[in-house]
């Protein structure tokens, strides 16, 4: 403890110099010769794969530095086909090409990794297994879908904030590059909104658009913003027609296809102009990008409240399937 006897000056700037030391103990090192380690919870999507690859590999061409992935825990479902099918792939992958250390235990993990990536294909783990990860205070993305329903997603949101750590769950379209290029093009005048398309198969233990339509969800959210007030679907054996209705009186419209169609394209709508996206591949590299600057600041890209919203999208959109296409408030939802 400094001397009641030390001038005043050099007393405080000894507190001040420990009150730094213990902040800097409770975020990730960021030096060069420190990168901000990520533990893994899932390793039954090709996205623990992709990720790793481009935050471990410095010759990747898509390579982002300042992350590198240390460790992971297996999970996987075996009530769900492309969890069970793939998990003992990517995991052997990991451990043999990556040298990833593997753990028994999300405890474990979150002791090995300044932050976490929660990848587990099957969003009606993720609530569980972000517990551990919240009770740790790792700031911690997770992938899509963030939950398999909008209760179990709010409670991931209540529980974050409860606990004060950082988190956001994206789709990498969110950040293609046609996305960015539509949200504000200059000289369109005024945006009377969007329609949006992209695959969109199911899988029976989640809401239908909650599995593989979220891609094309989230770039409708990316390009309109928050503010739907109710949603209509149209549906058939092979394609969904979503439309939603903003507040503003804007538009937007989600295409989703389950007959083998694999492209993903937006069309603007305004008083002057109608604007398409032009065929550019979709990478994981602009997702990554975010997800380091995340990890780095801890202010996510996505905010909490658009990620609920969008929620309540898809499962309104459930619910109007349901009731042969009537619009369905979002409150219905959310209340």
Same mark, same amino acid.
């Given at each position: ?12 700037? #000894? ?10 103990? %409770? ?15 899932? #390793? ?12 471990? /590999?410095?010759? /990747?061409?898509?390579?982002? +530095? ?14 769900? =086909? ?9 995991? *052997?992958? #990991? ?5 990833? =250390? ?7 993990? %979150? ?14 783990? &993720?609530?569980?297994?972000?517990? $551990?990860?919240?009770? *740790?205070?790792? $700031? ?64 029976? &233990? ?21 503010? %739907? ?8 054996? !092979? ?17 989703? @296809?389950?007959?083998?169609? &694999? ?30 600057? @995340?990890?780095?600041?801890?202010? $996510?890209?996505?905010? $909490? =409240? ?5 929620? +309540? ?8 399937? !349901? ?13």
């Amino acid at each position: 403890m400094p001397s009641l006897l030390w001038p005043a000056s050099r007393r405080f700037s #000894l507190l001040l110099s420990i009150i730094l030391l213990a902040a800097s103990s %409770c975020f990730p090192q960021t030096g060069a010769d420190r990168p901000i380690r990520a533990g893994i919870i899932g #390793l039954d999507t090709s996205h623990v794969i992709e990720f790793t690859r481009i935050f471990n /590999d410095p010759s /990747d061409p898509e390579h982002v +530095a300042g992350v590198r992935v240390v460790a992971g825990f297996k999970g996987g479902r075996s009530d769900v =086909e492309a969890s069970r099918t793939r998990v003992d792939r990517f995991t *052997a992958e #990991l451990r043999d090409k990556w040298g990833i =250390e593997l753990v028994d235990d999300i405890p474990t993990l %979150c002791r090995k990794a300044d932050v976490i990536l929660l990848e587990s294909v099957d969003g009606r783990a &993720h609530l569980e297994q972000v517990k $551990p990860v919240l009770a *740790a205070k790792k $700031p911690v993305f997770i992938d899509k879908p963030l939950a398999a329903s909008y209760r179990d997603a709010k409670e991931i949101a209540r529980l974050a904030e409860e606990a004060g750590v950082p988190w956001f769950s994206a789709s990498s379209l969110r950040f293609w590059e046609e996305t960015r290029r539509l949200k504000s093009p200059a000289g369109v005048g005024r945006v009377l909104g969007y329609s949006v398309y992209g695959p969109s198969p199911t899988e029976p &233990h989640h809401p239908d658009l909650m599995w593989y339509g979220i891609h094309a969800v989230e770039m409708l959210y990316a390009l309109m913003g928050p503010g %739907c007030e109710s949603v209509s679907r149209a549906s058939t054996e !092979g394609e969904d027609v979503v439309v939603g209705k903003w507040k503003d009186g804007r538009q937007g419209v989600m295409r989703g @296809f389950r007959n083998g169609l &694999h492209q993903y394209g937006i069309t603007l709508f305004s008083d002057k102009a109608v604007l398409h996206s032009e065929d550019r591949p979709d990478t994981y590299g602009p997702l990554l990008v975010e997800i380091a600057k @995340f990890f780095r600041t801890r202010v $996510p890209p996505v905010k $909490p =409240e658009e990620t609920l919203e969008m929620f +309540a999208f898809m499962e309104a959109a459930d619910l109007s399937k !349901g009731r042969g296409g009537a619009a369905v408030p979002l409150r219905d939802v959310t209340q």
